[in-house]
Nanobody
Framework: QVQLVESGGGLVQAGDSLRLSCAAS????????MGWFRQAPGKEREFVAA????????YYADSVKGRFTISRDNAKNTLYLQMNSLKPEDTAVYFC???????????????????WGQGTQVTVSS
């Protein structure tokens, strides 16, 4: 059983940085894609970033390119999201997700991920 546990959320000011972590357990993730999604109040859950566990290919939403960096630590089975230059519009609950995804197109679709964490709140004040 795959388990994903996020941490690192909090309240910060615009321009600050924050690093989210997602501790993964339950299997080896060599062929998996691990991703971050977010959901703001009253909005749909949206793709933020993803990484292929084996190989390290990364994918980003246009809204976070250049500000956010996704990475993983294979030894610790942990996924990270380094968020810099945070904006009020980044305020959301951030979710970690995982699944075996072959198609690059599928990586951007939340419906393709079968495993999800409980989410961590990120609030950016102006």
């Amino acid at each position: 059983q795959v388990q994903l546990v996020e941490s690192g959320g909090g309240l910060v000011q615009a321009g600050d940085s924050l690093r989210l972590s997602c501790a993964a357990s339950g299997r080896t993730f060599g062929n998996y894609v691990m991703g971050w999604f977010r959901q703001a109040p009253g909005k749909e859950r949206e793709f933020v970033a993803a990484i292929r566990w084996s190989g390290g290919n990364t994918y980003y939403a246009d809204s976070v390119k250049g500000r956010f960096t996704i990475s993983r630590d294979n030894a610790k089975n942990t996924l990270y999201l380094q968020m810099n230059s945070l904006k009020p519009e980044d305020t959301a609950v951030y979710f970690c997700a995982a699944d075996y995804l072959y198609s690059t197109t599928d990586i951007y679709r939340q419906s393709e991920y079968g495993y999800w964490g409980q989410g961590t709140q990120v609030t950016v004040s102006s």
